[in-house]
């Protein structure tokens, strides 16, 4: 299996790279490639130019600037599962990268190449809905943030518009981060989540209890939050069964997917216990 | 006298050092020069007429050098089918080198491109432009033979290729009528997709002078291929081809077969005048190389209240694919309902197998080859016997084994003419017991289950047939094997008293290289890094019947013994003439000839290989050289049997089944490298257990396998398992010289149903008693939901 | 497109298609046939390779993106006609039958035994998760890992 034949750049710096997007409309950029090397190998994908961002530097950091995560959108799988930083202020994300593929595919596939990617079975997108992230998105001379609640609007889709570039993924540090997790089931072979749940609780303001969000992958054509159950479980104490009361109203509104693996039925349980289980978690610490 | 204890070493394995370094040459690595490349096109549809092929565009095409269509080899046969199920007529039907008018699964070559690179022939695929006329598709084969099908093949009405019985059928049924509880269950064998991470490929070369082929080929049996290449598909002298098996990666039967691509490779050589190669992509070799299993099975059990069985009615549906591999027919029949006493006494059997064609992908041999689906239906038969009849299942088991005075037993018949060879099954399922700790368990499970956790245990105590040959059993006056099945092997020793073996077997990874020298090295007493061990090609090797259903120590093996025995017998005549000594008072032990009586009187085999090597001194009717053939024909197959106990967990949250320890006690005879053998029984149990719990190849109502990368059908990776528990007993075979019975399949065969087995004790206490493979979190949560919410 | 690509210490320069993936650059620009190809989804590991350091599936990889880069492939472990450790104990612990995965497999223990130079049967394990064999059950693969870490933790402390 070989891709079509394409015509490749790969730009020093973004400035560069947004100017290529505008010249070629239909190039596809490539960040770590672990997805659009394999769909462009079945063929699925077969774009006449490629930018390559692996070139560009300053684009793979992680580091913690007023009370933000900021996260470099070429930062790969394993730098962030393997940043103290990560687990220590949004444990998480650093559990999502941890079981994303493998050790080859952490070692190249990026936080930013997957969010763009917007696999609706990617575990990141999960855990960058209930983190309540922000992409920063640079496009023809402006910059613009897009916030994780409506970055994902479909199958593969997102709000990035054409020529435009995931620079960077934001996490809002407060109010502060009491406690997160990710917990997946794992398709045995692909290692994407036939189901995945994130679950975050945040100190509320001023003796409120708790702020929860929870969110899930690889349930329906894209991430999404559970707000009933956020709602429910707002200042409660995360207790088994107040958890499983509130997870009854976790696919409100959401078409799950359909596919070998889960049908529809299997799948909203699973959003049931794999959401319990990360609630119960984040609520552990 | 450090050499006389080879048998039974766990010695290194000699074909490593290229392995582990990357110098091996696996056919992907070969390359000729001016070598070209082919890309296949493949049927888009499961059933279609081919109405017409457009290829000028792709032959216009960058680096191309020739596309071609089935009509390009018209003149070619079609490839033969090799083992139909014996005693009965079979409606074959089997593949073109390239489909040309019509194809009844998706995946069937239909055209092929030539070109400079790999990269131009992937390109030029697009290009080629075929007409199809859909024709309605059928996929399930209950379905297949109803009246109003869709008919695939002219000659087989009803999709039926063979309808095959065996056992007695009225008798059967009259025990069963007889019998204190009778149990109706239908089992799944659900196909499955062998995967070896070599995918399948082939090079050929033609040489227009002497009209001589060379083919490389992943193959695990090159003679074979030859013969039905040069005999049956191209109609040319066997001496004009040779074929040859690179370093092969894996095969699990797969790579049995003669494939459509291998005939067409050297067809192509021939016809662009240059070297051409062909590398099956992952793709390909899930929707185009043969699959396993695939059977639908109804089964009725009868036993008396004290759990002894009395009568085994088995009905199955196997599912053969589209069209014929070039073994299919026999897998069902011979190697599956001859097999279904199982480990046990029952004295009524009887078995009907109906093959179906259905527009799907070839089925054929895939390790086990129909003892993994006969060890299922008998081992599930036993726990359900247990379940009805409310007793324990271990008990129920020794209840109904075979004593080992029973030795040799002929399970009433159905064997057709052959009898178990030897074996203590008790004893196997003892240990294994024991290295679970069985009481322990019980006692476990039933406070677990009072916590509301699902602890299961499952036994399979597996028999199985190995060592596949008696020539005048398995061949076509028999179970319709379409030649002999015995194996060759050639021993020189050369002048520097180094030992060159060749042999028929087919090494692709069971470590014959190590495990022949062993044999060599204590039978002459020389070091084992003094012996090679040559296969793999028809240049140069005894013909032979090649590696498959774990024949090549029983049979294979046991042609180096005889080859040996020869050249000690001709070292000792020739010591006896060099030492002025009568024949019968010269002895070969440790690598030396010396008389009687007299230790210091002797030759070493080197000096003799020597001595025989130059020819100056030889007794006046001795030929030079120590050179000697044997072809071994065992007069029975070997029964390797064993008991294995999986212990698994499942979560009811999530119906997944967490796999808590696995014990395997086996009994595979008497064992040359027990290193080896613990890896071939580890490997086995993996794919075993993988069928159990994960596998499964799945096609739409369209014929579309949507199991068709590794991102879908799931290959057990290493976070799956636990570590796995082995023990063995030794029990002989009286079979060959060597007492050896084969080990490359028992994991296999074993250890589906002993997962199966132990996920339905575990979900018992819901009441669930019988769920079709793969147990999936998905199914296993369903089957418990459903349970729950009757309950309500 | 010119690729200057370090493999195995030999730098070389060549003109590539950009479409070129880089075990096919292995393969067949450089003749190292040792890394294998096993699928087409980035699943089988067979292919694996370091790029700069990290082990990467080479089947999922442009060599225009290892351009400038340092590669090693199975080849280039051994030293001197002396195996490492890691092939060492392949050998010895049975770690291969077909020995297909084998070079992919050897060059993600390579990386596990970096990152954790005395792994956990659990580590090894999950670290295994990328590369498929089909022969060996996985158990001595397991078995060779534990047993190459303790040959270079005895390697390092002899040093």
Known sequence: MIPAAFDYAAPKTLDEALRLLRRHRDARLLAGGQSLLSVMKLRAATPKMVVDLGRIRGLAYIKETAGTLLIGAMTTHEQIASSALVWKRARALAEAAEQIGDIQVRNRGTIGGSLAHADPAADYPAAFLALEGVAVVKGPGRQRTIPADGFFTGLFATALKPGEILTEVRIPLKPAIIGSAYRKMKHPASGFAIVGAAAVLRAGSKGQGSQVRLAFTGAAAHAFRAKAVEAALAGQAITEAAVKAAMERATEGVEMLEDLAADAAYRAHLVRVYGARALLAAGAG | MAAMTMFGASIKRREDPRLITGEATFLEDIRLPGMLHAAILRSAHAHARIKAIRTSRAARAQGVVGVFTGRDFADLNPLPCAWQAGGVKNNVNTPRVLEIDRVTFTGAGIAVVVAEDPYAAEDALALIEVDYEPLPVVVDPEEAIRPGAPQLHENAPNNICMDWSCGDREATE??????????????????????????????????????????????????????????????????????????????????????????????????????????????????????????????????????????????????????????????????????????????????????????????????????????????????????????????????????????????????????????????????????????????????????????????????????????????????????????????????????????????????????????????????????????????????????????????????????????????????????????????????????????????????????????????????????????????????????????????????????????????????????????????????????????????????????????????????????????????????????????????????TAAVVNAVMDALAPLGVTHLDMPLTPRRIWQAIHGRKEAAR | MKVTITTNGVTASHDVEPRLLLVHYLRDVLGLTGTHIGCDTASCGACTVHLNGLAVKSCNVLAVQADGGTVLTVEGLARDGQLHPIQEAFWEEHGLQCGFCTPGMIMTALQILQRHPDPSEEQIRHGLEGNLCRCTGYQHIVNAVRAAARKMAAQAGGR
């Not at chain 2, 008389?595 to 210091?600: K, L, M, N, T």
């Open chain 2, 174 to 751: 009259q025990a069963l009528r007889a019998a204190d509880v009778v149990i109706r269950q239908r089992l799944i064998n659900q196909r499955l997709i062998p995967t070896p991470i070599e995918a399948r490929g082939a090079v050929a070369q033609y040489f227009p002078a002497t009209g001589e082929y060379t083919v490389w080929m992943t193959s695990q049996c090159p003679h074979i291929m030859r013969l039905l290449m040069s005999a049956f598909v191209f109609g040319i002298p066997e001496t004009k081809m040779r074929v040859i098996s690179p370093q092969i990666g894996g095969a699990f039967g797969s790579k049995i077969y003669l494939y459509p691509e291998y005939c067409l490779v050297a067809a192509l050589a021939k016809k662009v005048g240059r070297p051409v190669k062909w590398l099956e992509t992952r793709k390909e070799n899930y929707v185009a190389t043969t699959h396993g299993r695939d059977h639908i099975t109804d089964l009725e059990v009868g036993a008396r209240a004290d759990g002894t069985v009395v009568a085994l009615k088995v009905k199955t549906l196997a599912n053969l694919g589209g069209i014929l591999s070039t073994i299919a027919p026999g897998i069902p029949t011979t190697l599956y309902g001859r097999m279904l006493s199982g480990a046990y006494r029952i004295p009524h059997i009887s078995c009907n197998v109906v093959g179906v064609y259905t527009n799907t992908g070839m089925v054929d041999a895939y390790r086990g080859a129909g003892r993994p689906e006969a060890t299922y239906v008998v081992e599930r038969a036993m726990d359900l016997v247990a379940h009805k009849t409310g007793l324990d299942p271990a008990e129920v088991r020794r209840r109904n084994f075979i004593p080992p005075e029973a030795f040799p037993y002929d399970p009433v018949g159905i064997l057709a003419g052959l009898k178990y060879d030897s074996g203590d099954y008790d004893k196997t399922l003892r240990r294994a017991l024991q290295m679970a700790g069985y009481e322990a368990f019980r006692r476990e499970q039933a406070q677990a289950r009072q916590q509301g956790r699902y602890l299961g245990l499952g036994l399979s105590t597996y028999v199985e047939i190995c060592g596949v040959a008696p020539s005048a059993w398995i061949g076509l006056p028999g179970q319709g094997w379409g030649a002999g099945l015995w194996e060759s092997a050639n021993v020189r020793v050369h002048l520097t008293g180094k030992v060159v073996v060749t042999t028929g077997s087919q090494s692709h990874g069971q470590g014959h290289e190590t495990t022949l020298a062993q044999l060599v090295a204590d039978e002459l007493g020389v070091p084992v890094d003094d012996v090679i061990v040559q296969h793999s090609d028809t240049l140069g090797t005894p013909f032979g019947y090649g590696t498959y259903g774990s024949r090549s120590a029983a049979v294979g093996g046991v042609a180096v013994h005889m080859s040996l025995q020869k050249i000690k017998d001709k070292a000792r005549r020739l010591a006896a003439h060099l030492l002025e000594a009568a024949v019968d008072d010269v002895v070969f032990e440790g690598g030396r000839a010396y008389v009687r009586g007299a230790p210091d009187r002797a030759k070493t085999i080197q000096e003799l290989a020597l001595a025989a090597s130059v020819g100056y001194n030889l007794p006046a009717v001795m030929e030079p050289f120590f050179d000697e053939t044997s072809y071994y024909d065992p007069p029975n197959c070997t029964f390797p049997f064993g008991a294995h106990v999986c212990i698994v967990e499942v979560d009811p949250d999530t119906g997944r089944v967490k796999i808590l320890r696995y014990i395997a006690v086996d009994d595979v005879g008497r064992v040359i490298n027990p290193l080896i053998v613990d890896g071939q029984v580890q490997g086995g149990i993996a794919q075993g257990v993988a069928q159990a719990l994960w596998e499964g190849a799945v096609y739409d109502r369209n014929g579309q396998l949507l199991t068709a990368t590794m991102m879908d059908y799931a290959v057990p990776k290493a976070g799956f398992f636990p570590r796995f528990e082995l023990d063995r007993t030794v029990t002989p075979s009286p079979t060959n010289p060597l007492g050896v019975k084969g080990a490359g399949e028992t994991g296999t065969i074993a250890s």
